[in-house]
């Protein structure tokens, strides 16, 4: 199991002054707050966005904070997202109305960043990494830096760090190349690479569809 | 030990002599055709190590390429096909590689060429490469070296690629695939491999990439992405 390391945090109030001071009492504990300061602007965040956790301050204004937990929990992506809600009225009809809810942890006002960080990463300790296996692995062109050392007119040899373990059509971009019109060769590798040093191997590649000119080209490299 | 069957077929006789005479030293077991009908007929006969083919054969346009499709469909892709065009024809080449050609040489064919393209795809014994290497000046040795992989698994914190190749552990790869574009709205990115590991079952290498810390709207993108897929 993969557990998660840097969490997301949503936090929803419109008290300029705390959220400033939580969010730098609390990021960088593992944490990553991203403040918003309406219901509104809540919720197009929430469209883009999956926090491990939401703070919402209960009380926004005239808005009726209390609406935008059901329409969370009715979102099945949102199923391991821990909702918070802060309050300066912690009584029993809130508390009630919050586990109703299925509000994970109802906060009193004026919140303390401390104890803010202990509720969260109680609650977030054993939050798996959201993973995701693909059924159908889709192709992904890799590029990484290399070095040709030596070449004739039938093949080259790269320094790279990667072991080839069977013939494979591969592709080499370089200015020098391109100065003796090879970029657009086709290559493939010959054999299983070789160990080189400090993880890079030696991989002799072969050219495919050799032209005289490209011959010619190769031979005007005096040195050898 | 059993000499290397070689079928090659050509129209042009003056080239046949010179192939006879410059693959001598290789001590092949040469079968040589001029007509389609005769290569077919032994085709049928029997199964060569190796075919080299004309692509411009007088019979018909195209013949040299509806040879090579009837070799993969019957025979399948263990014997390499050198096909042989005329001169600087690169879209000719491109074509018979894309068929199923392995290799191309253009004519006039050189004969030191030649001889290390045949040793090099009949794997034989001794040196396979015998034209002298070059070496590359220092400061025109960099390059960019891409092949595929496959996109395994994604994370929130990183990424799993599989490949039967082994990149070592610290390399910076470039990946570029529509999936990405997909799953984090980026047409590339830069990652470091971060952990490998194989699978001696299915003999895979997989490489776990994380994703930059400083940028935690990758992260959040994944997330995202990966919530959003059906259970």
């Known amino acids: 199991m993969n557990i998660a390391k840097i969490f997301d945090i949503l936090l929803v109030d419109d008290d300029e002054d705390l959220t400033n001071l939580l969010n730098k009492q ?4 593992g944490f990553r707050v991203h403040i918003e300061k309406d219901l509104n602007s809540a919720k197009s965040y929430l469209n883009q966005h999956i926090p491990h956790a939401i703070i919402l301050d209960i009380n926004l204004g005239t808005d009726l904070s209390w609406s935008l937990i059901p329409w969370i929990r009715e979102q099945s992506h949102f199923q391991t997202t821990k909702i918070f809600i802060s309050s300066s009225d912690m009584s029993r009809g809130n508390i009630l109305k919050a586990k109703a809810l299925g509000v994970d942890e109802l906060l009193a006002k004026p919140l303390n960043a401390a104890a803010l960080v202990q509720k969260l990463k109680k609650n977030l300790r054993a939050t798996e990494a959201a993973s995701y296996n693909i059924p159908h692995p889709p192709s992904i062109e890799c590029s990484l830096y290399a070095k040709h050392v030596k070449i004739n007119e039938i093949s080259l040899v790269v320094v790279a760090p990667v072991k080839f373990s069977e013939k494979t059509d591969i592709k080499i971009q370089s200015d020098f ?3 003796i019109r090879l970029n657009e060769i086709k290559m493939r590798t010959v054999d299983q690479s070789k160990p080189a040093s400090d993880g890079t191997y030696n991989t002799e590649v072969t050219f495919r569809g050799m032209t005289e000119l490209m011959a010619q080209n190769i031979r005007k490299i005096k040195k050898k | 030990m059993k000499k290397p069957i070689v079928f090659t077929i050509d129209d042009d006789v003056d080239f046949n002599n010179f192939l006879k005479l410059t693959l001598k030293p290789l001590d092949l077991d040469l079968k040589i055709c001029t007509t389609v ?7 049928r006969s029997s199964t060569p190590d ?5 692509l411009n054969l007088d019979i018909a346009m ?11 469909l019957t025979k399948g892709h263990d014997i390499p096909i050198i096909v042989i065009s005329r001169r600087n024809s690169t879209k000719d080449i491109s074509l018979a590689l894309e068929v199923g050609a ?5 004519k006039p064919l050189d004969p030191p060429l030649l001889i290390s393209k045949i040793k090099q795809h009949l794997q034989l014994e001794g040196k396979k490469n015998e034209l002298t290497f070059y070496s590359i000046s220092e400061v025109k040795q960099e390059c960019h070296l891409s092949f595929h992989l496959h996109l395994n698994q994604i994370s929130e914190y990183g990424i799993t690629l599989s490949s039967p190749h082994l990149i070592s552990k610290g390399t910076l790869i470039n990946l570029k695939s529509s ?6 709205n980026m047409d590339e990115i830069s990652l470091m491999v971060d952990e490998t590991s194989f699978n001696t079952d299915l003999k895979l290498f997989y490489a776990f990439c994380e ?3 400083t940028k935690p709207e990758i992260s959040l993108q994944a997330r995202q992405w990966i919530l959003r897929q059906p259970v």
Request: proline share 0%; aromatic share 6%.
């Open chain 1, 26 to 29: 609390i990021s960088g504990s």
């Open chain 1, 177 to 179: 190349l391109n100065e």
């Open chain 2, 37 to 43: 009908d005769q290569f077919t007929a032994l085709m």
């Open chain 2, 50 to 54: 190796l075919c080299i083919i004309d």
């Open chain 2, 62 to 72: 195209g013949a040299g390429y509806k040879l090579i499709q009837a070799i993969r």
């Open chain 2, 102 to 106: 392995n290799d191309a040489l253009t």
């Open chain 2, 179 to 184: 999936a990405l574009k997909e799953i984090l």
């Open chain 2, 211 to 213: 994703f930059d810390a």
